[in-house]
């Protein structure tokens, strides 16, 4: 017991510089501060991170403003590298599902950033204060580590689908392209830049926010794959297998499934035309 109880105080002594998680008792006891206003579950402190960054934790409604609050990067010598908002994940379809209240109400924000040229940083999530009285502002501050050895990226868009906003003057789906949102992605530059796009939106990868939002994909399909894809003179050939007719299934949702690839493939200046090869894919 003696030993055990020698080990605890040198641990978390006073003269101890950090506790186990490599933060400094200043940040550990600022974290712990604001525990009952916000709490940012990833990333956790002193986490090696990279652009694009999801976060998402919890805070109370009073810590919003039009269910949003600002977020900030810095680098280690304090220079912005982004500067932009986390949002309230509500549910659409609970009319009680609001920020405006004393508990605690989730959010989540993809964040872009660029490149640092530090190895640290910080996290930065400021109480959003329509007032600008100073004795309103209120943040937390997340120690971060970068990944300087990420590979360059580039910002493409995915397809996805809104139901609630391909529809006619009835309230009837036209099942077109009205319905069809673009959602931001980062990928790695890689000498296949039109394939890796395809595949990540095969992939059906949404984040609570933007099915929030009312946008839904039927992706990812069993078994659904790209095989290949070629380019001559503008127009993209893209080859798919589909064993278990996963693509099949009502001339609407074949319609949406494939205009999701087509308007994702067209966003590349180079394509023109987009065409797949089994006519047996997208029928209904």
Same mark, same amino acid.
């Given at each position: !017991?003696?030993? *055990?109880?020698?080990?605890? /105080? %040198?641990?978390?002594?006073?003269?101890?510089?950090?506790?186990?998680?490599?933060?400094?008792?200043?940040?550990?006891?600022?974290?712990?501060?604001?525990?009952? @206003?916000?709490?940012?579950?990833?990333?956790?402190?002193?986490?090696?991170?990279?652009? =694009? %960054?999801?976060?998402?934790?919890?805070?109370?409604? #009073?810590? /919003?403003?039009?269910? $949003?609050?600002?977020?900030?990067?810095?680098?280690?010598?304090?220079? *912005? %590298?982004?500067?932009?908002? #986390?949002? &309230? *994940?509500?549910?659409?379809?609970?009319?009680?599902?609001?920020? !405006?209240?004393?508990?605690?109400?989730?959010?989540?924000?993809?964040?872009?950033?660029? +490149?640092?040229?530090?190895?640290?940083?910080? %996290?930065? @999530?400021?109480?959003?204060?329509?007032?600008?009285l100073p004795?309103?502002?209120?943040?937390?501050?997340?120690?971060?580590?970068?990944?300087?050895?990420?590979?360059?990226? +580039?910002?493409?868009?995915?397809?996805?689908?809104? =139901?609630?906003?391909?529809?006619?003057n009835s309230?009837?789906?036209?099942?077109?392209?009205?319905?069809?949102?673009?959602?931001? +992605? !980062?990928?790695?530059?890689?000498?296949?830049?039109?394939?890796?796009?395809?595949?990540?939106? @095969?992939?059906?990868?949404?984040?609570?926010?933007?099915?929030?939002?009312g946008i839904?994909?039927?992706?990812?399909?069993?078994?659904?794959?790209?095989?290949? &894809? $070629?380019?001559?003179?503008?127009?993209?050939?893209?080859?798919?297998?589909?064993?278990?007719?996963?693509?099949?299934?009502?001339?609407?949702? &074949? $319609?949406?499934?494939?205009?999701?690839?087509?308007?994702?493939?067209?966003?590349?200046?180079?394509?023109?035309? *987009?065409?797949?090869? $089994?006519?047996?894919?997208?029928?209904?």
């Open positions: !017991m003696l030993i *055990v109880g020698l080990s605890f /105080y %040198l641990f978390f002594s006073p003269q101890s510089d950090q506790n186990q998680n490599g933060l400094t008792p200043d940040l550990a006891g600022h974290i712990q501060s604001k525990s009952d @206003l916000i709490v940012l579950e990833e990333p956790k402190p002193m986490a090696t991170v990279s652009s =694009p %960054l999801i976060i998402h934790g919890q805070a109370r409604g #009073a810590w /919003y403003f039009e269910a $949003s609050f600002p977020v900030t990067i810095l680098d280690g010598n304090g220079n *912005v %590298l982004v500067r932009t908002f #986390a949002s &309230a *994940v509500l549910d659409p379809n609970d009319p009680n599902s609001t920020w !405006m209240t004393e508990d605690f109400v989730p959010f989540e924000s993809e964040i872009s950033f660029d +490149r640092p040229t530090t190895n640290s940083g910080t %996290l930065v @999530l400021e109480k959003d204060n329509p007032s600008g004795e309103h502002d209120d943040e937390l501050r997340i120690p971060i580590n970068f990944n300087l050895e990420a590979r360059d990226e +580039r910002t493409i868009s995915l397809y996805y689908y809104n =139901p609630d906003m391909d529809v006619d309230g009837n789906i036209l099942c077109s392209e009205k319905g069809l949102v673009s959602v931001e +992605r !980062m990928i790695p530059i890689t000498q296949t830049p039109i394939q890796d796009t395809i595949n990540l939106l @095969l992939q059906g990868n949404l984040t609570n926010q933007e099915k929030a939002q839904t994909t039927e992706y990812p399909l069993d078994g659904f794959q790209l095989e290949g &894809a $070629s380019l001559n003179n503008g127009t993209l050939t893209l080859g798919f297998s589909d064993p278990n007719n996963r693509t099949s299934g009502g001339s609407c949702r &074949a $319609s949406i499934l494939w205009l999701q690839i087509r308007e994702t493939a067209l966003q590349f200046e180079e394509v023109q035309n *987009v065409q797949f090869q $089994s006519e047996e894919l997208f029928q209904p």
